[in-house]
């Protein structure tokens, strides 16, 4: 790995928050859209408007 290059993290946090199940339901369609499991697909989006 190039020193340039950010090492992954290891250890992780988990957040938990409420939803509407209208909303729920609205990340589950767009998560199988893109073939990924819900939890999967919410930390990618997450972390796509940090970085």
């Not at 340039?4 to 609205?26: D, H, N, P």
């Not at 998560?31 to 796509?48: G, T």
């Amino acid at each position: 790995m190039a020193k340039t290059e950010k090492k992954r993290e290891l250890k992780s946090e988990i957040i938990a928050f409420r939803v509407t199940a209208s909303f729920k339901e609205k990340l589950q369609e767009m998560a199988q859209a893109d073939k990924r499991e819900l939890n999967d697909f919410i930390r990618l989006k997450l972390e796509e408007c940090i970085n």
